[in-house]
Nanobody, 126 residues
């Protein structure tokens, strides 16, 4: 049974940066689309970014475009989310998820993803 584990969350001031990491285990990582999603308190899960299996295609929500960068390193079975120019509205629990198919630029029901992490909390506050 495959799984993923996120790390790198924390407290950061507005305008700061954080890099989230997601380590993958137990599945053929290089075959998977990888996604980052987030959920702020009291709000629905929001799709943030996605990267295709070979890393050549990357997609971003309008709310993070130009500030966040998704990348992957298949040799380490890892996907990353570099977050720059952070804003208070970026505060959320960030989830890493993977699927063997393209699920689009929307947050799918959790069961549509083949793997889903436990999340890492990002707090942007002065």
């Amino acid at each position: 049974q495959g799984h993923v584990t996120e790390s790198g969350g924390g407290l950061v001031q507005p305008g700061g940066s954080l890099r989230l990491s997601c380590a993958a285990f137990g599945f053929t990582f290089s075959d998977y689309w990888m996604y980052w999603l987030r959920q702020a308190p009291g709000r629905q899960i929001e799709w943030v970014a996605a990267i295709n299996p070979n890393g050549a295609a990357r997609y971003y929500a309008d709310s993070v475009k130009g500030r966040f960068t998704i990348s992957r390193l298949d040799a380490l079975n890892a996907v990353y989310l570099q977050m720059n120019s952070l804003k208070s509205e970026d505060s959320a629990v960030y989830y890493c998820a993977g699927a063997e198919r393209w699920l689009g630029t929307v947050a799918n029901p959790r069961q549509n993803y083949d793997v889903w992490g436990q999340g890492t909390r990002v707090t942007v506050s002065a």
